[in-house]
């Protein structure tokens, strides 16, 4: 079994929102930063946001601070990702990410990925 597994991707109308979730399975990510990241068709896998290992610090993108919201829940090995006021140039597959310890919002330099959700936002 994957050791991340997202869930809760979707269409949905720009201004809209949705949840995604990420499961973790098969060890404890409770000394892991958890993050999320995204890619749009013909571009570059990129950063949305990071939740430190304790859950005390968050870190995001420009382009989605204010409208997302990260947070982890270490007794459950799960962390989710609240999309507000979704853009149509939010659409992409979202992906879950964990890096032992530290934060890294490098995509080369993650310890584990999930198989992506995708998120369709129309106008």
């Known amino acids: 079994q994957a050791p991340l597994v997202e869930s809760g991707g979707g269409s949905v109308q720009a201004g809209g929102s949705l949840t995604l979730s990420c499961a973790a399975s098969?060890?404890?990510?409770?000394?892991?930063?958890m993050g999320w990241f995204r890619q749009a068709p013909g571009k570059e896998r990129e950063f949305v946001a990071a939740?430190?290992?304790?859950?005390?610090?968050?870190y995001y993108a420009d382009s989605v601070k204010g409208r997302f919201t990260i947070s982890r829940y270490n007794a459950k090995n799960t962390v989710a990702l609240q999309m507000n006021s979704l853009k149509p140039e939010d659409t992409a597959v979202y992906f879950c990410?964990?890096?032992?310890?530290?934060?890294?919002?490098?995509?080369?330099?993650?310890?584990?990925w999930g198989q992506g959700t995708q998120v369709t936002v129309f106008s």
């Open positions: 939740i430190s290992w304790s859950g005390g610090s968050t």
């Open positions: 990410t964990a890096r032992r310890w530290y934060r890294s919002e490098d995509p080369l330099n993650q310890d584990y």
């Open positions: 098969g060890r404890t990510f409770s000394t892991y930063a």
